[in-house]
Each structure stands twice: as C-alpha cells, then as structure tokens.
C-alpha cells in the first residue's frame, strides 16, 4: 500500500508537528520532483465555494464543530435518565415495568444501529458533509415526535428516527475529522466526539432538572422540545464547511479537492508545496485502492483488511461491555440501590458525575496523542474494573431487599457511609472512562482503515457499538432488579476481559497519518501488538521521493 507522509510533513510549520530537516534530501531534487508535480495539478479554480475559506483554514474549527452531532447522543442519554423519577413521566407512559423501560430506552441504540448501517451508503454516496446534514434534519423530526408522544408507541417512534440520527452521526463525524486533520492533531480533533457527548449529557441533565420544578407534563416536554436546537444549528451550520477532499478525490472532483487542501492547510495557496505534495499522496493512495477491487463488503473480508474490521468492532464492543452507558442511563436506579432516596437529591448526585465526565474528558483530548491509544485502552479497562467490583461489594456486603417506588429493591438501608463509599466508586468509574476508553475508542475505528472501505468498516464497527448499546439498554433494568449488586461484577469482568484483548491485538496508531497506519498493520504482529513499534511507518520527504521515483521506473 501507499502511504502519505505529507500530513506528518506539515509538522515542520507548526511546533506541534516534525520537521524535515534540509539535510535529509537534496535540493535540487527535490525541486525537480515538486516542480514536475507542479504541472501535473489541475488548473487553479476560482468556483463559487459551497463553504467558507475562513472557518475552512482553522483545523480545530473545522474538526469540531460536526461534533455537534455526536452531542445528540449526549442529549438522549440525559432525555431519558433524568425522567425515570418523575411522577409526571411515569403517570403519562403509564408506568412503565423495568422491562418496558428497558423497551423505551433501547428504541433509540436500535434506530442508532440501522442508522449506522445505513452510511455505507449515505457515507460514500453523498458525502460526508451532506450526510451529517441529513442527520440533523432527523433529530429534528424524531425530537418533535418526542415532545409530542401521548403513548409509548409514539415515544418509541420519535427515539428511533432520533436514534436514526445518532446512528448516522456518530459513524460519519469521525470520519470526517480523521480525514481532514493532521495526524499529529487527529486523535484530539476526533475526542471532541465523546467531549460533544459529555456536554450533551450535562446540559441536557440540567435542563431536566430545572424543568424539575414545573408540574405536570412540561417538566419533561420541555426538554424533548429543546434538544432540536442543537440539530438545527448542525445542519444549517455545515453548509459554511468543506466537504472531504479525501471523498472528493475518490469521486473525480480532484479540482475542488485541491481547492479546499489549500484552503485547509495552504492558506488558500493551491501551489503551496505541502499541499501539493499532500494532493498527490492522497491521489496516489486513492487510484492504488481503486485497483484493488470494487468498494463492496466482500473488501471488509480481504486479507489486511478483515483483522481491522474485528479490532475496529470489538472495541465498539468492548466500550458498551465496559457499563459506561448502563451507569449514564440508569444512574437513578444506580444511586437508589446505594440508599440515596429523594428525587432531588438524586438529581444532584446524578448532576456531579456528568460534571465529572465533562471535567476528565478534557485532558485526554489534550494528551490523546501524547499518550497513545494503546495505554488509554488498556489501563482504562484495568482502572474501570477495579471501581466496578468495589461497588458491586460494597452492594453485596451492605445491601438488603427493601421495597422502592412499590418494587422489590436491593438497597442499602441507613449506612450512609456505605452510601457515600458506592456514589463515589461510582464518580470514580466515570472519571477512569472519561479520561481513557471514551475519547479512544471513537478515535481508533476512524483511523485504522484503507480509504476504499473506511466508510463502510467504520459504519460497521460503530453499528456494533449500537447492537451493544440497544442489548444492555434493554438489559439493564432486568438486570438491576434481579441479580443486583453482580450486576457489577459482570461489567468489571468485561472490563478485564477487554484489557487483555487491548494489549495482546491492538497495535498503536498515534501521530501517523491515515496512509502511514498502512505499514503498521503490514507489520503483522495479530497477537503481539506490543512489538509494534511507535516509529513503524513514519516517513519524511526523501522516503517520499523515493516511493515516487520507484512508481515511475515500475511504470516505466
């Protein structure tokens, strides 16, 4: 495979990126082989841009503002956890059974998981920047049905064309950032897509809980309505940004590619050499796939390809199985199980470790490619366990059945230090995935495939992550009402589990560019992630100059 060093090149104009020293080519050279790519570039265009050239040229601008859409997840996370304990919700859906409630919430991970499918097409047909717009409008919809609902068969309809949206959102979004960033900023651009989802899942949960004080329906009505805004404000708002030049150099529009590259990394300078340079890896790396075969999902299946599709969903997997989103929806149910009665109190409780989760995101996103994918993963898994099993003994030690709302509940009854111990095992839990597991493993399936059936590979892994999301949504209230306190033994298992997949399977892919991660997997290693060296695949200008060279004599 080809690989493109060019991203990494650009590290030389900013301190954050590596740099070319001029000792390491020959000038003349390399001005002979950047002028001969000179003249094989289309003609510079001037068309009437269908983005601005302004918010185009700032990366980090560009790379986050379609997190909005992984926001929307957030906002249904929140929707739904903030309501379990109110009368008004209850009395309109006519209380729900733990089963039914389970039903409510897993409609939305189902629409996600067709949603997710469904950008195998929409991805590569439309494109990037269209689908996520195509996102926004149905959150739209699926909110406005939501606000409306006078049943649970309504309600189930609104959450999953809401969850339709989040399916097809949460898949593309990555994929748009992984494709337009730097390498050496990638793994923090796409980590605003779980920051996005921390900021939905708070300022949702505080609308809830001010709404809280109104009676009757509107206490949750209102919520329901205003959660279309952020939709709106996406979709209207990508009109202003470029599509990918990535997407566009694999549909034959390599002027308006090269257009938007200068724009992105050029200053508006279609001549700019690392532009140009990055232009032709890019176009290179594109023909070479096209004579690899069709993009079909027999490519998901072809050697070098089918070990990224099983790393790419099983992390998906792995990151419902660690019970991050069981202890964001039911966290009501979490915190009465430890004695914490009162349905104020409890939404302050619940408040903090949205708070929390929000606060410890940041400085993965800040280290995200300092530290690497693999050491997030790993001592996340190992860290997250450990809290899981302390809550599900202090439970087990201290718990009892009682009666709750008129059900049967293992409780903890009059110990509140034992409820303190559990709130904060449980805000430390929260803590140990914010900081690790939650921004990587968006990061890692947007980046580990081949440009010919990255779109599909990621939609497929993160339709797993939607399979797993809808299985323990559904699960989860059952759950906690029939084996209790191993309900968290269970989740600190798989966290465990998943550790040693992380360390045995997946190689490290931080600070090299989409091509570069090429050589990393051709270094083999399935079951020896580790001998995988961090400096496997880096190149700079001479190893470009020679991968040209030898293209030339080959066709020659």
Known sequence: ???????????????????????????????????RLHLSL??????????????????????????????LFGLDISSMSAVLNNPAYANTFN????????????????????????????????????????????????????????????????????????????????????????????????????????WGILLQYFVQFGCSYING?????????????????????????????????????????????????????????????????IKSQVYFE?????KSWSDLFKPGVARRVVLGSSLQMWSQLTGMNVMMYYVVYVFEGAGLTGRRANLIADSVQYVLNVTFTVPAIIYIDRWGRRPMFIYGCLVMGFWLYLVGGLQARFGQWGTLNGAPTWVVVNNPNATRAIIVCSYFFVCSFAITMGPASWTY????????????????STAT????????????????????WKTYFVFGTFNFAACIHFFFCFPETAQRSLEEIEDVFAQGHEYSAWAVSRSVGKKDLTDVLAHKESIEKSDA
């Not at 399936?445 to 497929?460: D, Q, W, Y």
Request: glycine fraction near 8%; aromatic fraction near 8%; hydrophobic fraction near 45%.
């Open 95 to 198: 209380n729900p059974t733990a089963n039914a409630q389970g039903a409510i919430v897993a409609s939305m991970p189902a629409g996600s998981l067709i949603g997710a499918l469904s950008v195998t097409y929409l991805g590569d047909k439309l494109g990037r920047k269209k689908t996520i717009i195509l996102a926004g409008l149905f959150w739209v919809i699926g909110s406005i049905l939501q606000c409306a609902s006078v049943n649970r068969g309504m309600l189930v309809v609104g959450r999953v064309i809401a969850g339709y949206s989040v399916g097809i959102s949460s898949t593309v979004v990555p994929v748009y950032q992984s494709e337009i960033a730097a390498p050496a900023i990638r793994g923090r651009l796409v980590s605003f897509q779980q920051w996005s989802i921390t």
């Open 465 to 484: 992550n939607w399979l797993f999301n809808f299985a323990l949504a559904w699960a989860a209230p059952p759950m906690l009402t029939h084996i209790q």
């Open 217 to 281: 329906n509107a206490s949750f009505r209102i919520p329901w309505g205003l959660q279309m805004i952020p939709a709106i404000i996406l979709s209207l708002g990508m009109l202003a940004f470029p599509e990918s030049p990535r997407w566009l150099v694999d549909h034959s529009r390599e002027a308006e590619a090269l257009e938007i590259l200068a724009d992105l990394h050029g200053g508006g300078n279609q001549q700019d050499e690392l532009v140009v340079l990055e232009f032709e890896e």
């Open 42 to 71: 289309p003609p510079p265009v001037n068309m009437g841009k269908g983005y601005n050239a302004r918010i185009a040229s700032n990366p980090y601008i560009v790379g986050t503002f379609a997190c909005i859409g992984g926001g």
């Open 1 to 35: 495979m080809t690989h493109d060093p060019i991203l990494s090149l650009k590290l030389s104009h900013t301190s954050s990126m590596r740099s070319v020293p001029d000792s390491e080519y020959n000038a003349a050279s390399r001005h002979h082989f950047v002028t």
């Open 290 to 294: 096209r004579n690899e075969g069709a």
């Open 445 to 460: 399936p947007a980046e580990i495939f081949p440009m010919r059936v990255r779109a599909k590979a990621v939609s497929l």
